[in-house]
């Protein structure tokens, strides 16, 4: 059972380029989380999104950052005109949809380090 | 979701357990314990979750107090490549809005040789 792929894992743009991060949950998973980690820093939450639903973006700034998880294809987080300040590392996680306290445990990906020059 | 305390860094022989505390004294009755580690450079990785009994697993065994103010993780036998940040995290187990990880800085385990 393969786990969350995320892809590219390494991602370099210019200023003010567009990055999209693409991530596939887990097999049955419907639950998709983006988190993101600055340098030196902890992980920050930042969208919760099941299939064609935005659930929660409490964490997502609120200009040029967008996320979607379609009801085909992988999720994806789209960071426009990037700035240096972008850079991270940003990590997918999924949860399965069902019953019982199981269905809220997250499984992270290897996550996509993001650098903008 | 309540806030956890743990100690920025701990050191153990490899082969012997690791021990890592975690301090949750504002946890509520529907509140779970959960711990992820983070390898250098990678994704975090699940090991163990608890509401107010004892779990072992595979990987870890996880303590809990009996007034659930605290817990300790259990890593039986550290090897060098149990060297990671741990997290200990608490949060409701819901539905509803707010699913999300609220990670602190957590307890950087060297194991040593």
């Known amino acids: 059972n393969a786990g969350v792929m995320q892809n590219p894992r390494h991602l370099v743009r210019r200023r003010g380029q567009e990055a999209r991060l693409r991530c596939s949950p887990m097999?049955?998973?419907?639950?998709v989380y983006w988190y993101r980690q600055l340098p030196e820093e902890g992980l920050k939450f930042m969208v919760y999104l099941q299939k064609e639903n935005i659930i929660d973006e409490s964490g997502m700034p609120k200009e040029r950052f967008s996320a979607e998880f379609p009801k085909e294809g992988p999720s994806i987080l789209r960071i426009q005109q990037v700035v240096r300040g972008d850079s991270a590392a940003y990590f997918c996680a999924s949860s399965p949809q069902g019953t019982g306290i199981f269905q809220e445990t997250q499984y992270f990906g290897p996550g996509t380090r993001l650098l903008v020059l | 979701d309540a806030k956890t305390t743990q100690p920025p860094s701990m050191d153990c022989a490899e082969g012997r357990a690791a021990n890592l505390p975690c301090n949750h004294s504002t946890i509520s009755g529907n509140e779970y314990v959960y711990w992820y580690r983070q390898i250098h450079s990678q994704g975090p990785q699940y090991i163990i979750h608890?509401?107010?009994n004892n779990e072992t697993n595979e990987m870890a065994s996880l303590i809990i107090t009996e007034d659930r103010k605290s817990s300790t993780l259990i890593l039986p036998h550290a090897t060098l490549r149990d060297t990671a940040v741990y997290y200990c995290i608490v949060r409701i187990l819901t539905m509803e809005y707010g699913n999300k990880l609220v990670f602190g800085a957590g307890t950087i385990l060297r194991v040593k040789s």
């Open positions: 608890g509401l107010k």
């Open positions: 097999k049955g998973h419907s639950h």
